[in-house]
Every structure is written in C-alpha cells, then in structure tokens.
C-alpha cells in the first residue's frame, strides 16, 4: 500500500485534474465496452463460436 500512497503523495489523487471532451469520451466508450462485457456473461474466456 506504500506504493499507491506515495504515488498520490507525489502526483495528487486527481481531484484537481482537468477535464476535457477527451474525457467524456474516453468514459463513454469504456463504459460501451463494459456493456458488451456484460452482456457476453462477464467472462474473459467465452467458449468457442460454432
């Protein structure tokens, strides 16, 4: 746990980063990918297409 504390220490937790349409972007298609990974059973190893 000394790495992560040392990390936000050295660089911030975050709070104060600024935000941009990149952003909202990059979340929007993390959170499509996220979807489609649900949707196929939350599984990494699926079994194979006939």
């Known amino acids: 746990m000394k790495i992560p504390q040392r990390v936000r220490d050295e660089h911030g937790d975050g709070s104060t980063a600024v935000t941009s349409d990149f952003d909202a972007e990059a979340l929007a298609g993390t959170g499509e990918k996220s979807a ?3 949707a196929q ?3 990494v190893h699926l079994p194979p297409a006939d």
């Open 36 to 38: 489609g990974f649900a």
């Open 41 to 43: 059973g939350n599984r």
